[in-house]
């Protein structure tokens, strides 16, 4: 039977100073165990306030905007799968087998998976569109589009997501930090 140590100690104040950040460090006693650390904010009011990612403090409430813009953006990513399914559905129709769908989609540039990964993936998803990423070749995209009438429909849905991942990328800057000293 093993038995374990644990070590803590103080890394730093939290953001309000009445309390600290402690490291605490648990080994166990034989050879083939890593230690286990975690970081954790010892004040009631920051540990509400704040969260330990690992060496910074990430304020709460800060992350909301951006927790928002990410379902957005997966929203209209679910949208757009979609709203292309039919087109891969047609494109598609004639292939016979899965091996020779992965090859053209690796062809068309929208898939660098295996063929092991690939059957995992339409095992999982019945959607060819699924497993790949379409978006890898918005050329051919907007191509299989304007054949099936759509093209206008995809391309308000591709601004619509650029839109969308802009305003994530500036909601997960605008998220407050800070280093853990």
Same mark, same amino acid.
């Given at each position: 039977?093993?038995?374990?140590?644990?070590?803590?100690?103080?890394?730093?104040?939290?953001?309000?100073?009445?309390?600290?950040?402690?490291?605490?460090?648990?080994?166990?006693?034989?050879?083939?165990?890593?230690?286990?650390?975690?970081?954790?904010?010892?004040?009631?009011?920051?540990?509400?306030?704040?969260?330990?990612?690992?060496? $910074?403090?990430?304020?709460?409430? $800060?992350?909301?905007?951006?927790?928002?813009?990410?379902?957005?953006?997966?929203?209209?990513?679910?949208?757009?799968?979609?709203?292309?399914?039919?087109?891969?559905?047609?494109?598609?129709?004639?292939?016979?087998?899965?091996?020779?769908?992965?090859?053209?989609?690796?062809?068309?540039?929208?898939?660098?998976?295996?063929?092991?990964?690939? =059957?995992?993936?339409?095992?999982?998803?019945?959607?060819?569109?699924?497993?790949?990423?379409? =978006?890898?070749?918005?050329?051919?995209?907007?191509?299989?589009?304007?054949?099936?009438?759509? =093209?206008?429909?995809?391309?308000?849905?591709?601004?619509?997501?650029?839109?969308?991942?802009?305003?994530?990328?500036?909601?997960?800057?605008?998220?407050?930090?800070?280093?853990?000293?």
């Amino acid at each position: 039977m093993s038995t374990s140590e644990t070590t803590e100690h103080s890394v730093g104040l939290c953001p309000c100073g009445a309390g600290d950040i402690i490291k605490s460090i648990t080994t166990q006693d034989n050879p083939w165990s890593g230690a286990d650390i975690s970081v954790r904010i010892n004040c009631s009011k920051c540990s509400s306030e704040w969260r330990v990612l690992y060496d $910074s403090l990430i304020l709460r409430s $800060s992350e909301q905007e951006a927790i928002q813009a990410g379902r957005n953006v997966a929203k209209i990513e679910k949208q757009l799968i979609a709203a292309i399914e039919p087109l891969f559905d047609k494109y598609f129709a004639g292939v016979k087998t899965k091996k020779a769908e992965l090859a053209e989609l690796q062809r068309l540039g929208i898939s660098q998976d295996n063929y092991r990964g690939y =059957l995992k993936l339409r095992r999982k998803h019945s959607s060819i569109a699924k497993c790949c990423n379409p =978006l890898w070749n918005t050329g051919w995209l907007r191509g299989i589009a304007e054949e099936g009438g759509c =093209l206008d429909d995809l391309d308000a849905l591709l601004l619509d997501l650029r839109k969308a991942k802009e305003a994530h990328g500036h909601a997960l800057a605008s998220i407050v930090r800070q280093r853990i000293a």
